[in-house]
């Protein structure tokens, strides 16, 4: 779809995703999502959407107004919310260009993204790491970043891995230290999808300094989850690694 013509609206939004409904998939999403009683995802629609469709129909509606990516967000159905995130990290991506830099719209954008976290609509994990990373990371790289540490300390598990998957921006500047410092702030988290979500940037952190990870394994590795140390030994020696899963 081309620029000239982009629809404007939700409701066209929501028709070009609902026209690549597949029904069958979503039995097998909503299964993968875990969106039965007392799961993280419970209670979560889906209606059976590939990531490379809700892209391809995001990408034709990247100048949908903020009220109608509001209107998005506000939909029950897993895929709605997912593409008005995708629409918000276009829109965030063009208002960076760096010839035609636009900080008014990345600052609205990025609020805009904030509110929809602490309102509680960016409510899985696949909906934080696509848009936590972009939205409030790349904002946040030459910012103050006291509100990632309010959200580590939330009571919500959306907002502590929106909170540990932005840092992942400052690692691509080479920047370590709020990722760390996040780590273990959350290292005695309860969650699963926290301790993975860690334990993944805890690797990112290697590929910046492999020092820097093997001084935070050796300070903490005894106390960590299983599976963050999993996932953050993923690419060391063996041996290494071997090392390390034995505490």
Do not use: C
């Amino acid at each position: 779809m081309t620029d000239s013509a982009q629809a404007h609206t939700a409701v066209e939004v929501r028709a070009a995703l609902d026209a690549l409904a597949d029904p069958e998939r979503a039995i097998l999403v909503a299964r993968y999502f875990q969106t039965g009683p007392g799961q993280y995802g419970e209670g979560d629609v889906f209606i059976g959407l590939r990531l490379p469709d809700i892209r391809q129909v995001a990408a034709g509606f990247v100048a949908l107004p903020l009220p109608e990516v509001e209107e998005l967000l506000r939909s029950e159905v897993h895929e709605h919310r997912l593409a008005a995130l995708l629409i918000l990290v276009g829109r965030f991506r063009r208002a960076g260009r760096a010839r035609t830099r636009d900080e008014a719209e990345r600052t609205r954008l990025s609020e805009f993204y904030l509110a929809a976290v602490r309102r509680g609509v960016v409510n899985n994990w696949d909906l934080v790491d696509v848009s936590a990373p972009t939205l409030l990371g790349e904002y946040l790289v030459d910012r103050p970043r006291d509100v990632l540490f309010e959200l580590a300390g939330s009571d919500s598990l959306w907002q502590r891995r929106v909170a540990m998957l932005a840092s992942s921006a400052f690692l691509a500047h080479g920047d370590t230290a709020t990722t760390l410092a996040l780590a273990e702030k959350l290292l005695g988290d309860k969650e699963s999808l926290i301790h993975k979500a860690v334990g993944w940037m805890l690797r990112e952190v290697g590929k910046v300094d492999p020092a820097l990870l093997l001084a935070f394994l050796d300070a903490n590795a005894g106390r960590m989850a299983r599976t963050a140390l999993s996932y953050a030994t993923e690419h060391l020696e063996p041996d290494v690694r071997a090392r390390y899963r034995a505490r």
